[in-house]
Structures are given as structure tokens and as C-alpha cells.
């Protein structure tokens, strides 16, 4: 079954923004990671059931994670885009007992989306 599905990627000047949404289950971990070719599966954004909040450094300032309950729906703002976002950006959750932060790791997270394809151009 399809738990989580991504949409709102696309192609975007360098200093451009997207918006990403994530339909699904609210789960106690979600995030967003992202996969560049050649490169390993890596943390983007996270927030816990108890909304802390954290970013990989790189997107610190840039990106913004949130959440609305209401349309089951998991948001990543991007704004200030650079050619090094460039990756397929995906949803996860995680149903754990944590409540006040989560793992901003790959082998932690078990329910990933497909995935959208951010593309910055320089």
C-alpha cells in the first residue's frame, strides 16, 4: 500500500522556491530526506509528534518543515534554491515511542514515499 505520497516538485531557478507536500498518516517521526545521483540518502528536515523541529545544516534558514493535521498533509518550504538541492526528495514516518525529537537518520525511518524530483538550475 501506498502510505505517503509526495508531490510538488519541478524545476526552479537557482534562488527559486518549491513547495513540497507529503500525503499521509501522521506518524510520531516525519521528515523529508533527499537523494542525489551518486550520493547517499540524506536528512533534510524533521519534526517530532511533539513539534520540535530540526534541519540539516545546509537548508538551515532556507527550508521550512510544517504540518497540517487537519489535511493529513507534511509541508517542506524551500526557498533560496541552490544547484546543490538538486535530489529526489522524499517523505518518511516513523511510528515510535519518541516524542520530543527524532532521528534525522535513514535506517531509522520505515515508511518512505516515492518520491518528487527537485531540479535547481544554475
Known amino acids: 500500500q501506498v502510505q505517503l505520497v509526495e508531490s510538488g516538485g519541478g524545476s526552479v531557478q537557482a534562488d527559486g522556491s518549491l513547495r513540497l507536500s507529503c500525503v499521509g498518516p501522521?506518524?510520531?517521526?516525519m521528515a523529508w530526506f533527499r537523494q542525489a545521483p551518486g550520493k547517499e540518502r540524506e536528512g533534510v528536515a524533521y519534526?517530532?509528534?511533539?513539534?520540535?523541529?530540526d534541519y540539516e545544516d545546509s537548508v538551515k534558514g532556507r527550508f521550512t518543515i510544517s504540518r497540517d493535521s487537519d489535511k493529513n498533509t507534511l509541508y517542506l518550504e524551500m526557498r533560496s534554491l541552490k544547484p546543490e538541492d538538486t535530489a529526489i526528495y522524499y517523505c518518511?514516518?516513523?511510528?515510535?515511542?519518541?516524542?520530543?525529537?527524532?532521528?534525522?537518520?535513514?535506517?531509522?525511518?520505515?515508511?518512505w514515499g516515492q518520491g518528487t524530483q527537485v531540479t535547481v538550475s544554475s
Open positions: 518518511a514516518g516513523q511510528p515510535t515511542d519518541l516524542t520530543w525529537w527524532c532521528p534525522l537518520d535513514r535506517s531509522f525511518y520505515t515508511i
Open positions: 501522521k506518524y510520531s517521526c
Open positions: 519534526i517530532s509528534i511533539g513539534n520540535t523541529i
